[in-house]
């Protein structure tokens, strides 16, 4: 059974800094990308960053130059390091996987339960 764990969230001024760590449990699974989303409410579900297996970054408009994702030094692991935070950054963020069982093809997504992030102005 897949678990993705968050932790890392809380409450910052703006302008401060917060890293986010998700630690999944993901045996017998090969990771093909791992990343963060977020929700703020009555908002819809964004991406954050992700990373790819082969090390590609891809980044929501609002995360370049402020976020940076990494991955951790265990297999299922990423972060994320957010900078300058802003008020409009507040939300829940959820670690994501998308991940294939071993011999298979078919790909799966995977959520976490969410880390409440909330910076004040």
């Known amino acids: 059974q897949v678990q993705l764990v968050e932790s890392g969230g809380g409450l910052v001024q703006a302008g401060g800094f917060l890293k986010l760590s998700c630690v999944g449990s993901?045996?017998?699974?090969?990771?093909?990308?791992m990343g963060w989303y977020r929700q703020a409410p009555g908002n819809q579900r964004e991406l954050v960053a992700t990373?790819?297996?082969?090390?590609?970054?891809n980044y929501a408009d609002f995360a370049v130059g402020r976020f940076i994702i990494s991955r951790g030094n265990a297999k299922g692991t990423v972060n994320l390091q957010m900078s300058n935070l802003k008020p409009e950054d507040t939300a829940v963020y959820y670690c994501?996987?998308?991940?294939?069982?071993?011999?298979?093809?078919?790909?799966?997504?995977?959520w976490g339960q969410g880390t409440q992030v909330t910076v004040s102005s």
């Open positions: 994501y996987a998308e991940l294939r069982r071993y011999g298979r093809t078919h790909r799966n997504d995977y």
């Open positions: 993901i045996s017998g699974f090969t990771i093909e990308t």
């Open positions: 990373i790819s297996s082969d090390g590609t970054l």
